[in-house]
């Protein structure tokens, strides 16, 4: 978000001193941050607050500084805009066009993306009036992100909770990011396998999936329909993609016979096990004090499969090499029906489970990108960069 201009609005409900937290995590990200208060939202949280987060004025009415224009000044700078939260008051008036104070204002004003996020108590969520009013804003393009079941102020549960932190962050990134991806299917394999010889012990490898979630969360915000067929791993996927778990070799292969076949790209991130058990156990295997050997028979290959039924998928692999990269990734590009294919040196482990690595892309004849050595999101961006561009090519 390094430099993205964000316009704030931050209405009078409990979860205001939520949108404080919010402006310290887009500020740490690098956002520029302009805030709008509603008189209601100022008895909740203070204009104070916003303005040391912000490093900059926080507006709260029309006439602070007239002579300026603040309404249309702030829409005009900003990329993006979220309403966090929006009370039923706000969502009504947003609806309605009322326009009877600054953030009302701008917002009429406002031609740029808009996200508004309502937080309230749930029997006024549920009522049809806000229910209306909040279709009304979805069909003229505003983004709904949708509250959540929960803690409510009231110390009842119920649907009206402030959407997470995360989701929040998710819209805004994909309101500041171009629709590049729009309209396009895109399928991603990423994770280890799991492969059981009984009921408590497998055989797995180091991959925690973290590249292959990085390209969906970039592809989802740049207007992709994501699936993500991804295998045991602890890291959340992104709220938005589409996610297919699975835990052994054949099972993925079966989900990205289902999801990834017809894609406009796909991209096979995952460490699949190249080997399974040849025996599987009922019982948990009992020690006996002497040595053991398991005995191994081949997995299909996901990828292969795939490139056997590329059709007009753009289909992008990974090496994971210890030597002699590009002659062996080469090979695999052709050997596996792939456009693309991109090399991380894995001696020594670097690139398993760490934030960062380094990625070469390979394609066609002889085409060579290096993608250089960064964090795991930004490497997918550059990896996406470089996918669009042979798309258009
Ligand atoms: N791959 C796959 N199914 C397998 C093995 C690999 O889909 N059973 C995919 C990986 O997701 C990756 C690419 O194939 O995109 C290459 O994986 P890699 O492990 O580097 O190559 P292998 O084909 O397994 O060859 P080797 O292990 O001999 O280097």
Redesign the pocket.
Same mark, same amino acid.
């Given at each position: 978000m390094n430099g993205a201009r964000v316009l704030l609005g931050v209405s009078g409900g409990i979860a205001a001193y939520k949108a404080a937290a919010l402006t310290s995590t887009l500020v740490q990200r690098g956002a520029i941050v302009d805030v709008i208060m509603t008189a209601a939202a100022e008895r909740f949280v203070a204009p104070l607050t916003f303005a040391s987060l912000t490093a900059r004025p926080v507006y709260t009415a029309l006439w602070d500084a007239p002579e300026r224009i603040p309404h249309i000044r702030l829409v005009r700078e900003a990329q993006a805009a979220m309403v966090v939260p929006a009370t039923a008051h706000v969502v009504a008036k947003l609806a309605l066009g009322i326009a009877d104070d600054l953030l009302t204002t701008a917002l009429l004003a406002a031609r740029i993306p808009i996200a508004i996020a309502p937080a309230m108590n749930d029997a006024m969520f549920e009522h049809p009036a806000t229910q209306a009013h909040l279709a009304t804003l979805r069909e003229r393009g505003y983004e709904i992100i949708e509250p959540e079941e929960g803690y409510l102020a009231e110390g009842e549960r119920g649907v009206g909770r402030l959407a997470s932190e995360e989701r929040l962050i998710e819209s805004l990134a994909r309101m500041l990011s171009p629709q590049t991806l729009a309209g396009r299917r895109v399928a991603i394999?990423a994770g280890p396998t799991r492969e059981a010889f009984d009921p408590v012990r497998f055989v797995s490898n180091a991959s925690t999936g973290a590249t292959g979630i990085a390209l969906a969360r970039e592809a989802m915000r740049r207007g992709a329909d994501v699936t993500l067929i991804l295998g045991p791993t602890l890291l959340v996927p992104p709220p938005g993609v589409r996610t297919v778990r699975v835990n052994t070799?054949a099972e993925m292969l079966d989900a990205v016979l289902k999801h990834a076949v017809g894609a406009d790209i796909a991209i096979?991130?995952?460490?699949?096990a190249?080997w399974r058990p040849a025996q599987h156990s009922e019982e948990k295997m009992k020690k006996s004090g002497d040595a053991m050997s398991l005995s191994f028979e081949p997995?299909?290959?996901?990828?292969?499969a795939l490139g056997e039924r590329k059709g007009k998928t753009l289909l992008v692999?990974?090496?994971?090499?210890t030597g002699d990269h590009d002659r062996?990734a080469r090979e +695999?590009l052709r050997r +596996?029906h792939l456009d693309a294919i991109a090399v991380n040196d894995v001696r020594g482990g670097a690139g398993f489970g760490t934030g960062e690595n380094a990625l070469v892309l390979l394609w066609g004849e002889d085409g060579r990108t290096d993608l250089g050595r960064a964090d795991k999101e930004t490497l997918a961006a550059r990896l996406l960069d470089a996918i669009e561009g042979m798309k258009r090519a």
């Open positions: 394999t070799a096979a991130s995952a460490a699949v190249d997995n299909p290959d996901v990828l292969a692999g990974f090496a994971a090499e062996n +695999k +596996k």
